[in-house]
């Protein structure tokens, strides 16, 4: 049955894109605020909550650490980054509960009108990954998983189009039927 | 668009389900929302199996020793990755996850999220594996119980005290207080 609110919803989901430049206007504290309150509204596994939020806004900062992780100068431009890192938690969980974390907080922000970016370029690179965990002053214990950029977009870019995002071809019914091997691997 | 902070509020994790059927329709643009995930370098590394059958959904409630009551969730999404699509397919299909339940929040269905992706091997993997025909290299990272909710939760609210503790300014350590906005006064205006 096709709703209002689902309509909607669809609509700021297939709005999201990755902006990679951004106005200088400030992000409201109070939008800042709803971001990060969808990040810890977010389910995490036994309701372990493992995440926290570090505000980034000095651009100092900001350009160190793009220039040590190699990001596009303009990220950097972006008024606010969020750093979300996580406390290990027992079964290693962490990493999932700080990525729904952080996609509620990007769904949160394309509905306040705010452009953003998911940013994890250590991937592979655990020197890099040390560097910007120290600069962010993290116990040992603690680990960054991913820096959100967030600030109103230099330019529209267009919504994500229902008919492309939505690949049949990636959807089984019942049992798996195109794979790559006609055998299960058990 | 700002009712998507109210869905947000409103999603819940729910135990109990109607025996009412879910359209094609439906699930089609749960998928949809699934599939605009952000992914790193826009590699997709996620598949999806709809399970439907009831006989199937028990099985493997049974095998993952799941509440029972989550199997009679009308469907279950079988959330797959093909691993070496990404490196970074475990947070790929976490946010896949994340918004189909923030979907199905916002169509008036519960989802609940079942997470599976630790449990190589244990008897819940093995059922799964061969029901569903995984093949290698793929892992089960998860199931979403999909269904109309058969009981009612009240929206989320945001424990001020977490709030104020997991806020760090610049650096960990620097807490901020600032109290968390008020949700009552502000959702849902629009």
């Known amino acids: ?186 | 668009m700002y009712s998507a902070i109210e869905v947000i509020q409103q999603r819940r994790t729910l135990r109990r389900f109607t025996t009412a059927n879910i359209s094609d329709d439906d699930i089609q643009r749960l998928l949809t929302a699934a599939m605009a995930a952000p992914s790193l370098m826009g590699r997709k590394p996620w598949h999806f199996v709809v399970i439907r059958d009831a006989e199937v959904k028990k099985r493997i409630a049974e095998a993952f020793r799941v509440h029972p009551q989550l199997a009679e969730a009308p469907v279950w999404i079988a959330f797959l990755a093909d691993v070496s699509a990404s490196p970074a397919w475990r947070m790929d299909l976490s946010a896949a996850v994340m918004n189909t339940l923030l979907q199905a929040t916002a169509m008036g269905l519960g989802a609940t999220w079942i997470g599976t992706v630790d449990s190589k091997w244990t008897p819940g993997q093995v059922e799964a594996c061969r029901t569903l025909y995984i093949p290698e290299g793929w892992e089960l990272f998860a199931f979403v119980a999909v269904g109309k909710p058969a009981e009612q939760r009240p929206p989320h609210v945001l424990d001020p005290y977490v709030f104020s503790t997991r806020v760090h300014e610049g650096k960990w350590g620097n807490r901020r207080q600032v109290p968390s906005p008020q949700y009552h006064s502000e959702g849902g205006k629009q």
């Open chain 1, 1 to 186: 049955m096709r709703t209002r609110k689902g309509t909607q919803m669809l609509r700021t989901i297939l709005a999201r894109r990755t902006h990679t430049a951004f106005q200088d206007t400030p992000v409201p504290e109070s939008a800042l605020n709803h971001i990060l309150s969808a990040g810890m509204l977010a389910p995490t596994r036994f309701h372990q909550r493992p995440w926290h939020f570090i505000i980034l806004r000095d651009a100092e900062v900001k350009q160190e650490i793009a220039s040590a992780l190699r990001l596009k100068p303009s990220l950097a431009g972006a008024p606010i980054w969020i750093a979300v890192v996580a406390e290990e938690d027992g079964p290693a969980a962490w990493d999932l509960d700080a990525a729904a974390a952080a996609q509620s907080m990007l769904i949160a922000a394309t509905a306040l009108g705010l452009g953003s970016a998911w940013l994890m370029p250590w991937l592979g690179n655990p020197d890099a990954l040390g560097r910007v965990e120290q600069l962010l002053g993290l116990p040992a214990n603690v680990h960054l998983a991913m820096i959100l950029a967030v600030g109103f977009p230099a330019e529209e870019l267009p919504a994500h189009r229902e008919e492309e995002v939505y690949e049949s071809s990636r959807v089984h019914l019942e049992q798996v039927r195109h794979a790559p091997s006609n055998a299960p691997a058990c």
